[in-house]
């Protein structure tokens, strides 16, 4: 039973998935807000989006971003060293969630295939996905492979699960990123797609329009575990950062 929602909040609009995830909600007829960081960038934004600035490693500036939305898409990311995957990668997921203050929305989380792969930057990246499974909120996390690898017949959608391809190249998988963001806004109203992570990768055929028999497929997260289901057990979360724990805690406590 599909979920009603509005408004849609895209962070990461004007990067190359954001700006296909505002066209595909536009699409969708949602009420389709692009949080972007500088106001200058906003034509680089689909037409049709509201434009909301803020600051993804600042939560207080994200109060407007939030406001009355439904559901968000996080396509955000960064491509420097440690510190910008923190304070990017999971620091925008972080303070949307704060700045959210336990508000229901539906979230729908873009982060790697491989990120179970102990990295920096996929250790932040995955701190961020276990937020969004303490919040309580209902998500759909999706991990895609190579962006736009994919040959031209290439369109045929497979959704895995357990993170098992941990090559840190193209044979990982591959994917366009208008599929990866069809994948991320159709998740926001499937009740199948509820509280699952999946590997998005694709093989040789044409693309699925329902994506639904593909999201049913998929094996639900286990309640209370900050991996998603059969994900390699091998980041202790009493190994893990005091603020990264303080943070999950604040997490849960907005349920
Ligand atoms: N390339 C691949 O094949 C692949 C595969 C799987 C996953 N990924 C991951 O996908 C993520 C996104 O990649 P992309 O190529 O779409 O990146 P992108 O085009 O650079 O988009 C990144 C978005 O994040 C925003 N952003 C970055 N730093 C920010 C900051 N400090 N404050 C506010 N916004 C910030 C950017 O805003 P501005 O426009 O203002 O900079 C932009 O909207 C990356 O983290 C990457 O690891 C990539």
Redesign the pocket.
Known sequence: MPENLSTVLV????????RHAVAEALRNGYATRA????AH?AS?VPDGAEIVVG???DAATLGDAVKDVDGIVF?????GGAA?AE???YG?VRNTLEALAGRPARIAL????GVTKRMT?HDW?RRGERLVRASGLSYTIV???????NAPDQHRLVMLQGDRRWASD?SDGVVS?AQIAQVLVASLTSAAANHKTLELVADKGLGQTDLEPLFASLESDQVGVLDGVRDTDNMSLADEPGAVRDALDRARGHR
């Not at 962070?11 to 954001?18: D, E, F, K, M, Q």
């Not at 396509?75 to 491509?79: A, L």
């Not at 873009?110 to 295939?113: K, L, P, Y």
């Open positions: 962070v990461g609009a004007t990067g190359s998935i954001g949080l972007v960081r500088d960038r680089d600051d993804l490693t396509t955000h990311g960064s491509h910008d304070n990017v990668d925008a873009m982060t790697a295939i930057g990246k991990r895609p492979g190579w962006f736009d690898y193209p990123r």
